[in-house]
């Protein structure tokens, strides 16, 4: 199983950024899907989440009203679309997907299939 996420980088304060998390090795369209983040120094923690059919979603309240995640089962991939940005944001951003199939969770516990990590720094 592969999950690669990408589209991290340098943005200013009140910027967008697109991650993507493309994911081979599993059938893609019966796992719930997750982002999380790690700060420097800060365990990691919830995101978002989606189920595996798309129909429910899941927000950190720190994000909600800013991420909004996504999938398309069609192309096996799962983004994270971030908007208004904060310093507070900086973090490594990983997306991951569920143990279990047809499932849905925002528990990191329930996540045990993992990507390497893209980078997001916001400046102030």
């Known amino acids: 199983v592969q999950l690669q996420a990408s589209g991290g980088g340098l943005v200013q304060t009140g910027g967008s950024l697109r991650l993507s998390c493309a994911v081979s090795?599993?059938?893609?369209?019966?796992?719930?899907m997750g982002w999380f983040r790690q700060a420097p120094g800060k365990e990691r923690e919830f995101v978002a989440a989606?189920?595996?059919?798309?129909?429910?979603?899941y927000y950190a309240d720190a994000v909600k009203g800013r991420f909004t995640i996504a999938r398309d089962n069609a192309k096996n991939t799962v983004n994270l679309q971030m908007s208004s940005l904060k310093p507070e944001d900086t973090a490594v951003y990983y997306c991951?997907?569920?143990?279990?199939?047809?499932?849905?969770?925002?528990?990191?516990?329930?996540?045990?299939?993992w990507g390497q990590g893209t980078l997001v720094t916001v400046s102030s």
């Open positions: 991951a997907a569920n143990k279990w199939t047809l499932g849905a969770s925002n528990s990191i516990s329930d996540f045990d299939k």
């Open positions: 090795g599993l059938t893609f369209s019966r796992y719930g």
């Open positions: 989606i189920s595996w059919s798309g129909g429910r979603s």
